[in-house]
Each structure stands twice: as structure tokens, then as C-alpha cells.
């Protein structure tokens, strides 16, 4: 367990993280996805979706504070992934 985040359950790597990425841009609503990844074999956890509002600086995704957006939806992609067993974990 590294960072909180469980070893990966398909290759045991503990080069597992958490990332977001954005998805889809509605006017100034902006949407993010949240999954744990492992580096080695490429595994995806579950996503956690979440909605950011396009604004300067972009507050939500500040991963300093831990009430922003980001850290919500990362803490909860990595409790999804550490709960998970390998029959409900999407891979690719
Ligand atoms: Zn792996």
C-alpha cells in the first residue's frame, strides 16, 4: 500500500496512482473523470465522476486543498479501488 493506494489486483505492482482527466465541456461546465491506474500493466479502477466549473485559476482542481473537486473524486476513485475485487474492475 502506497500513498493509500492499494497494490494493483491484476500485476501486484505498487505503481498504482491516481489521475483525472477531463471529458466533455458543456458551456463553462467542465467534466472530469477520476481512476486509479497502475503504471506497469495499465489497469483502470473504477471512475468517479465530477463536474468542474470553468472559472481562472481553476479552484476545483487545486489538489493542495482537500475539499476542492479533484480531491474529493481522487479519494473516492482510490476507496472504489481499494474495495475492489479483480470481477467488477474495468480493464483495458
Ligand atoms: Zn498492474
Given at each position: 500500500m502506497k500513498n493509500g493506494i492499494h497494490e494493483c489486483w491484476f500485476c501486484g505492482s505498487d505503481k498504482?496512482?491516481?489521475?483525472?482527466?477531463?471529458?466533455?465541456?458543456?458551456?463553462?461546465?467542465?467534466n472530469y473523470i477520476s481512476q486509479v491506474r497502475c503504471r506497469s500493466c495499465c489497469a483502470r479502477g473504477p471512475k468517479v465522476n465530477f463536474?468542474?466549473?470553468?472559472?481562472?485559476?481553476?479552484?476545483?482542481?487545486?489538489?493542495?486543498?482537500?475539499?476542492?473537486?479533484?480531491?474529493k473524486a481522487d479519494r473516492q476513485a482510490i476507496e472504489r479501488w481499494n474495495k475492489t475485487t479483480i470481477t467488477n474492475t474495468e480493464k483495458r
Open positions: 498504482t496512482y491516481v489521475d483525472s482527466h477531463a471529458t466533455r465541456l458543456r458551456g463553462t461546465e467542465q463536474t468542474v466549473t470553468v472559472e481562472p485559476g481553476y479552484p476545483d482542481l487545486d489538489r493542495t486543498d482537500p475539499e476542492s473537486a479533484v480531491s
